[in-house]
């Protein structure tokens, strides 16, 4: 692997904007967990419209959870300004929130001005509708369904929300043949159906699906309908979105679908602060998912370290269920464990590690179970 390129200023320009869903109550704060809404800011949305590669004369694009438009416009105002045009570009954009239709529908006619000035016949259709009601009848072909619009692009920022396993929306989804347990799975999984075949898709999503056993799935899924091209980090949790209180690790794709899988793809990070440097790396597909791992995991390999670490970690072969072990990540609350706690080690107990805010760290020993 080698670093392919630092170049400076690819997520640049202006500072991202507070945004517009910045709770002004506890209510609006409420609504914007629900519905999972954290506007993308400009440079964010100016960086992922720049990941599209391919050149299409109509350019049907879906935005799913459009908010106010942030990423459709982006993408317009790139085509607009490139030296080769599309002729065409139409626009389906799909937003629950009613409260968003009015800047969406403004946002989206400021791109058809821009289109018309660059002779780019425009079209858009903003659908205030839940996307997900809305595209399982097209993906499943449901009888009586109107016939499915096609899509040669796709550009999102999804909501992000767990589904509990016997939610509505989960039946639905599983309905189409989706497994997923986080509503952003649920609108890539509808989109990787949408599109046709040698669309492209450039998402911004929470980095979970990349590892673990809820999003197995989803991973197998998705990598075998799309080829990965590109995967953006952010070093921070919080950087892309700093208006808003993100605490995910998100991460940025770009994808085609049905291509093959290519040799290399890109694996680039930034801090996520306006105007950061991006350090861009090509990376052997197989480095990021190995054809041998039956989990399907999406390695991010950022740099030299993780990637000796990563070389370090591969050459572990036993699994901890085959050395016996378990490990429990959830936190442990000790007032509701009194009898598995001991003050002292006992044969078969491990060691406990409590951090308390602004006190030392206390060390107890439970047994193992
Ligand atoms: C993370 S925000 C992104 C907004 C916008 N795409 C952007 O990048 O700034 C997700 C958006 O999806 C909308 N949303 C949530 N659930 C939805 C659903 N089931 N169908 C359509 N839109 C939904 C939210 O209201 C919110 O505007």
Known sequence: MTIAAIHPNVIAGETPTLSPFAPASLSDLDKQHELGQFLTPNPVAEFMASLFEIYRSEVHLLDAGAGAGALSAALVGRLCHQPRKPKRISITAYEIDAAQIKPLRARLDGCRRECERVGILFSATVLNEDFITAAVPMVRGDLFTSESPRFNTAIINPPYRKISSDSSTRLLLRSAGIEASNLYAGFVALITRLLDKGGELVAITPRSFCNGPYFKPFREDFLEAMSLRRLHVFESR????????????????????????????IISSSSGASGSPVAEREVEYREVVSPDDAEQFIHLVEGDTQDSARAVMGRLSASLPKLGLFVSTGRVVDFRAKEFLRQQPERDTARSEERRVGKECRSRWSPYH
Do not use: R, T, W, Y
Request: no cysteine.
């Open 238 to 265: 919080s950087a892309a979105f700093s208006g808003d209180a993100v605490l995910q690790e998100n991460i940025i794709f770009h994808a085609v679908k049905g291509a093959s899988k290519p040799e290399q793809v």
